[in-house]
């Protein structure tokens, strides 16, 4: 053999050899665990350890940033991540008005968004920017729903609105005002607030005078709290319905005596114990044993959010690996696609199915009502 024919064969032998490399498909995180959305923000932020670690042979890598709750380090970090770190898709960030604000990013990179945030305007109404965009929580009309149905059943014909003066409040005065004149009910209050706000006694003493039956308060994690002691403090003696948004135990904490009784719609993770077996309910409590075996404690169901961010993950990654290698674009679009067609997929939430149309994809399967009884979380029976 020359010599030439013997180097030639040593280089296809050592190639042969030589595993191919794989690039690690790469997920940046951004949550608020400082800041006013924090109560949200840290169950999202210790969820990250939990969440999928390999899939189709390919390892994760998740690249978690805190952003203070601040919108405009929120753009910050998703430029970070996308144009520094070349992620393969990001979960968050925690806020609905921060989330509203770095759409175009992902859009124009061509990164699926994986937003565990309350407001439906993320992906509603669809459009090319927000097809991009996938949503890890129940859409508000689907929670509303439940919400209005039970004041339509207990004989509620007029309501006050409390919200924050933002896209989560702002899409609850949208919903709630197409579903209540449908069901007779006439809103007689609006009034709105900031997250940062340390009184509402104006709001909710103009929402008194209107002597609704019952309030409804549109406000995410520690925000919820507030309007309802004031209006417990200020005499209020109708029903408090909360949204999904207040669905923590430090809201059962915080409020203490002033939010004995109140309503919400939430995900059954609060109520594991008195709903049926399901792949949900085993998912949710999986997720529950592990988190509580890190952290002492339980987690907030927007830590649920995370997770099922990962699994949809998890579930669409071996389908976007046929179109193309991580990192590359061909290889996020396949996995927006995979995302999209995710179908009866279940999670701490309830059941994702996945639809051109609706990137939040829950049915009745990811809602129950609840109540608060006794300082603890209850099934309304």
Request: hydrophobic share 40%.
């Amino acid at each position: 053999m020359t010599p030439k024919k013997l180097i030639s064969t040593l280089f296809l032998s050592s190639t042969l050899l030589t595993p191919i490399a794989h690039a690690d498909i790469k997920i940046g995180v951004v949550s608020s665990s400082t800041g006013p959305i924090a109560l949200v923000g840290i169950p999202q932020k210790n969820t990250v350890p939990l969440l999928p670690t390999s899939v189709g042979g390919e390892t994760i890598t998740y690249i978690p940033l805190d952003d203070g709750s601040d919108p405009t380090a929120t753009v910050k970090a998703f430029k970070k991540l996308i144009d520094e770190e070349k992620v393969d898709a990001i979960i968050g960030p925690s806020g609905s008005g921060n989330a509203m604000g770095v759409i175009q990013f992902a859009a124009e990179s061509g990164t699926p968004m994986l937003a565990p945030v309350g407001t439906a305007a993320v992906v509603l109404p669809m459009t090319e920017q927000k097809k991009w965009v996938f949503k890890t929580t129940q859409n508000d009309d689907l929670i509303a729903d439940a919400l209005v149905g039970h004041m339509k059943a207990t004989g509620v014909k007029t309501i006050g609105l409390i919200g924050t003066a933002d896209p989560y409040g702002e899409n609850w005065a949208k919903v709630m005002k197409d579903l209540t004149k449908n069901a007779g009910i006439e809103i007689v209050a609006n009034e709105k607030f900031q997250r940062q706000d340390t009184s509402v006694t104006g709001q909710s003493l103009k929402v008194l005078l209107a002597n609704p039956d019952a309030v409804l308060i549109a406000a995410p994690g520690s925000s919820s709290v507030m309007p309802q002691t004031t209006l417990k403090d200020q005499g209020y003696g109708g029903e408090i319905y909360q949204t999904h948004g207040a669905a923590l135990d430090p809201f059962l904490r915080l409020g203490g005596k002033a939010v004995e009784g109140t309503i919400l719609a939430a995900s059954s993770m609060l109520v594991l114990d008195e709903v049926p077996s399901s792949d949900s309910k085993e998912i949710a409590t999986k997720y529950i044993t592990d988190y509580k075996a890190l952290y002492g404690e339980t987690p907030a169901t927007f830590g649920g959010n995370v997770l099922d961010a990962g699994l949809l993950l998890e579930n669409a990654i071996p389908t976007a690996l046929k179109s193309g290698k991580p990192g590359s674009a061909e290889f996020r679009s396949a996995l927006r696609d995979a995302l999209e067609n995710t179908k009866e997929m279940p999670a701490t939430q309830g059941v994702y199915n996945m639809t051109p149309e609706d990137h939040s994809g829950f049915d009745e399967r990811g809602r129950v009502l609840i109540t608060v009884k006794d300082g603890k979380w209850a099934l309304v029976k």
